[in-house]
């Protein structure tokens, strides 16, 4: 059975990494606002139709109740792709939460592109932010054109500026 945190009340928000915070708010805009009225549900190690997920956040954007998903790995990037690539047509959203810095998660995506095209998010646990988000696939279209929009970024040698978090 996974393990579940339920999020009723504005000040309990404090309590999730900035990351997490901006993900709720982008997706989950009634949750993210009036808590109390739509609980944000977050469930650790749910296993879902087969698939065992790392993270599953269930909250609520107008009349449509949103199911994120996340794989969170410490740095095995390739495993979480495949995993991502697997488990995303489960759910509305979904992100890889990488213990990397952001211009290393760019700098990887220049050989794996193909999970832009799936419209999985990515964050940096490291730098606390997300660094690609998330497109439900009605709006995959919007993804592929933001991938190709960042595509020539991710063709050039510049890794970026670090992060002295």
Request: proline fraction near 2%.
């Amino acid at each position: 059975m996974a393990d579940m945190v339920r999020i009723c009340h504005v000040e309990e928000l404090a309590l999730l990494p900035r990351w997490l915070k901006q993900i709720v708010s982008h997706h989950c805009s009634d949750s993210f606002h009036e808590p109390s009225k739509y609980p944000i549900e977050i469930e650790l190690r749910r296993k879902v139709q087969g698939f065992e997920v790392d993270m599953v956040v269930t909250c609520r954007s107008g009349k449509r109740v949103n199911r994120i998903g996340f794989e969170l790995k410490k740095s095995d990037w390739a495993k979480a792709i495949k995993q991502a690539m697997e488990r995303r047509a489960l759910f509305h959203y979904f992100y890889i939460v990488l213990d990397m810095y952001s211009f290393s998660i760019l700098g990887m995506l220049r050989s794996h592109r193909e999970a832009l095209e799936y419209g999985i998010g990515f964050v940096s646990a490291r730098d606390n932010c997300i660094v690609i988000k998330s497109y439900t696939k009605a709006n995959w279209r919007e993804s592929r054109s933001y991938a190709y929009t960042i595509l020539p970024y991710l063709n050039t040698n510049n890794e970026g500026v670090e992060s002295h978090a």
